[in-house]
């Protein structure tokens, strides 16, 4: 095998989304028999990046070379079929059916009455798994595995495409440390037997314990590549992070009352564990991590979406009960989910109608019929107060703004009179000048008391909003800093990682 | 060791094979459970009125069952991939009148092609398979290459087949067929045909869904859409022939209605498809799409069969009779969901 030669080169690739260049040209080369890590923040590209290679999303303009050819025009059958295999990270499988099923599903072998050969099938899927050690009957319904054994069948299913080139992504999200180890320890057979790996991860442990090199990605773009032993873990962080915080988080120090709402031992399954941390009026708490670090199922914890294992809850000081996000918002709490679209607005209904969806209760007559012209009043306050830009208040939602969806959300939830806000990702999608309204609207928030809990994955965002910072990291409460002047992006980033541990 | 210990990890383990065998037998009655309630149907109403077990009366119900037996066999195609076909009724009406027209005896009153001499029944069976194929088909082209909800596209399909039925006909019934054609509703000996003509249709599609690449892309389709075109599953082309299958099962069933009947009105079978999705559906082939096999379909309208012959043969009411229907179907898609949801 050519050690040195490289397996794949992808040159100068751009990938332009309707009203978004995702990728600006960027480069990544990959050498027969390596662990090659992909590194960046989210948003960096490196999904995008894959999605190219597996002939998901075809590239705008650039060159991709595999075993020495260009290649370009092909699907993703086509992409397995030369070798590149992708094990993605929400696994699909075909539940109800089996191992065997799974594996040669689009290429049974057949008998020469052109019927599946079962015996064979069930022969060659022993053998695929013999590869990675894994022994479980190829007969055996994969519903039934759990989700590592499930990730085995993934990478049995890339080798029996013969793959020489294997991305994965996030594969550890849902492992545990043991399942861990024993996926290294294959990845680390297959190296040995001359096949590539892509290797994304935010885990920086992870990277420096099983990749070979590394190529780092931000915004779009390549910012570089090395050797793992060349690189140290703090080159690592600031070539990641790198952009500087700029000026358009307008906070304003405002008075910081007392405690409101205090969070003791909080447990979520295995999701989250012993998660502690208070929040006081006119406060701006931010909460930064990585994607899977659990923030947004701690704010679903407390807001009752989910249901807690264990753990208190108070608010003044009283323990309170929730169990349904009607008990949160009886607790003057309100939550402004992460995914705009599929969990917050409606989009074919007006502004009107999405705003008062929370609260019609408020305006129901004696007669049990709406008081349609005092909802109306109200409704046309507070769009005129956080300055929401529609034509009329009959406007369909779906015909505004992201960042004027986002206002009409948080008219929606600031007419029931919240006095915590849980805010996740309040800016995600909404482009430069908006979001800076936003920001100014969060401020103005907390300046009339109200305490805010803030979820963002962009640490300039919760830089330059927070009052106190809460890191998470794998489910667990890694630091809370005080947001002063010489915190850097750098230091959350080692809390953000399990680099730094001090709960 | 010491014996303590000993005796603790034995008992543990005698635990957990009793465990083991409780968490079998209970999947076990799940996944059988409607043969239970068949033999269960069968029982009582065999106790209330002996008759039902006489030979003659089985021989009935399963030619009852037949028609919209063979029609479940392309519905369970077609929910296992996660659709629906609202269609196979009209399509049934269609395909008939097309056979009838040209199995008519020369010498009959009205003859629909008047110079038409006697034609021999491959003819009109021929053209059956091909009407219903074609129609079956067109309903996979749409949902493939226009992305319209099955639904829609077959309940567009149940009124164009109908309509292009009554206008075929002039809206009349087409009758008196050659003896070949009517023996495809009579018996041989004792044996009912269209019982045979069943029998060949659940071995066919049984083979197609268990033992063919194309049955494992039904399957791979109904639960995974996304892992089959990963997979590299030619989904569109599956779809048409999943529908295409459907509609010639409609086909085989108008053969056998022309036979029985003796006579195919265009607005036959009207409702039928329901059945056919309810002997489905009571047959455990899950609406959320991936899960289905042949011997679900068949007993699914078996109990549908045993069912509405039990009760006429105890003198209920035909309009409680589709009271118990209903609520049976109802019982069945809610047991269906709960056995599903508990796996998650």
Known sequence: MERDKEILVMKDIVKTFPGVKALKGVDLNVKYGEIHALMGENGAGKSTLMKCLIGIHPPTSGQIYFEGNLIENYSTSDALKMGIAMIHQELSPVEHRSIMENIWLGREPKTKLGLVDHKKMYEMTKDVLKLIDFNEDPKTLVASLTVANMQMIEIAKALSYNAKLIIMDEPTSALTNKEIEQLFSIMRRLRENGKSIIYISHKLDEIYEICDRITVYRDGQYIGDGDTKDINVNELIKMMVGREVNEMFPKVTCDIGDVKLEVKNLCYGRKFKDVSFDVKKGEILGIAGLVGAGRTEVIETIFGIREKSSGQIYVDGNEVRIKTPADAKQNKMALLTEDRRSTGIFPMLTVFQNVIIANIQKYIKKTGLLNHKKAIEDTNEFVKAISIKTPSIYQKVENLSGGNQQKVLVARWLLTNPEILFLDEPTRGIDVGAKAEIHRLITNLAGQGKSIIMVSSELPEVMGMSDRIVIMHEGKVTGILDNTKDLTQEEIMRYATGQAATA | ?344
């Open chain 2, 1 to 344: 060791m010491t014996s303590d210990s000993k005796k603790l990890m034995d008992q543990a383990e005698r635990s957990r094979l009793a465990d083991n065998k409780k968490t079998k037998v209970k999947a076990l009655l799940q996944k059988y459970g409607i043969i239970l309630v068949l033999l269960f149907l069968i029982i009582v109403i065999s106790t209330i009125q002996p008759k039902f077990l006489s030979s003659t009366n089985i021989f009935n119900v399963l030619t009852q069952s037949s028609i919209f037996g063979i029609m479940a066999l392309g519905m369970t195609l077609v929910i296992t991939s996660k659709g629906i076909d609202i269609s196979v009724g009209s399509v049934l009406a269609l395909s008939g009148v097309v056979a009838a027209s040209l199995a008519q005896v020369s010498s009959a009153t009205t003859q629909y092609y008047p110079s038409l001499s006697d034609m021999p029944v491959i003819l009109p069976i021929i053209a059956a398979l091909l009407v219903g194929l074609l129609m079956g088909s067109i309903n996979g082209g749409l949902i493939a290459f226009t992305g319209i909800p099955a639904f829609i596209a077959t309940l567009g399909m149940m009124t164009i087949a109908r309509g292009l039925a009554l206008i075929y006909t002039g809206g009349k019934p087409i009758s008196q067929f050659t003896p070949d054609m009517m023996f495809i509703g009579s018996k041989v000996g004792f044996f009912p045909v269209p019982v045979l003509v069943y029998l060949i249709m659940i071995a066919i599609t049984w083979v197609l869904l268990g033992y063919t690449s194309f049955g494992k892309n039904v399957y791979a389709i109904g639960g995974n859409i996304k892992a089959a075109e990963i997979s590299g599953v030619n989904v569109k082309k599956n779809l048409i022939l999943i529908y295409g299958y459907a509609g010639l099962c409609a086909a085989v069933a108008s053969i056998v209605f022309a036979g029985r009947v003796g006579s195919v009105h265009p607005g036959a079978a009207a409702g039928y498809e329901l059945t056919a999705i309810a002997a489905t559906t009571i047959g455990g082939t899950s609406h959320y799409g991936g899960i289905g096999t042949v011997w679900g379909a068949v007993v699914g309208a078996l109990v549908l069969g045993v069912l509405r012959n039990g009760m006429t043969l105890m003198g209920i009411e035909a309009y409680w009779q589709q009271i118990v229907e209903g609520v049976i179907i109802i019982v069945a898609v809610v047991v269906d969901m709960r056995k599903n949801a508990r796996k998650k």
